[in-house]
Nanobody, 118 residues
Framework: QVQLVESGGGLVQAGGSLRLSCAAS????????MGWYRQVPGKQRELVAI???????NYADSVKGRFTISRDNAKNTVYLQMNSLKPEDTAVYYC????????????WGQGTQVTVSS
C-alpha cells in the first residue's frame, strides 16, 4: 500500500502561480510513476502530468508550457509547479502513483482544491 498526502492548493488570481506537493509513504517501490490528475464536478478525472522515477514526463496539452512536474526520489515527493494559471484550471487536483506508465495507477491522494479567479 502507498499513502499519498497532497498540499499546496488554494485560491489564486488568473496569471498567478501555485506549487502542489505530494509525499508518498508506505510501499515506496510501488511509486515508479507519480503524477497529477484533476477533476471538476460533472466531468471525468483527467491527466495533468505524470513523471517516472527515471525522469520521463507526460503533460496534458492544456498545461504544456505552463505547468512543470518534478520529483525528489530521495524524499518520495512529487511536485507540480503551476504558472500562468487560468480560471479553467480550477479543479480538485489529485496525486496518483503506481508502477505503470500509461494506465491510471491505483494509488490516490485525498485531493487538494485549486481555484483560479478571473
Amino acid at each position: 500500500q502507498v499513502q499519498l498526502v497532497e498540499s499546496g492548493g488554494g485560491l489564486v488570481q488568473a496569471g498567478g502561480s501555485l506549487r502542489l506537493s505530494c509525499a508518498a509513504s508506505g510501499s515506496i517501490y510501488s511509486t515508479n510513476v507519480m503524477g497529477w490528475y484533476r477533476q471538476v464536478p460533472g466531468k471525468q478525472r483527467e491527466l495533468v502530468a505524470i513523471m517516472s522515477r527515471g525522469g520521463s514526463t507526460n503533460y496534458a496539452d492544456s498545461v504544456k508550457g505552463r505547468f512543470t512536474i518534478s520529483r525528489d526520489n530521495a524524499k518520495n515527493t512529487v511536485y507540480l509547479q503551476m504558472n500562468s494559471l487560468k480560471p479553467e484550471d480550477t479543479a480538485v487536483y489529485y496525486c496518483n502513483a503506481g508502477l505503470r506508465w500509461g494506465p491510471i495507477n491505483p494509488y490516490w491522494g485525498q485531493g487538494t482544491q485549486v481555484t483560479v479567479s478571473s
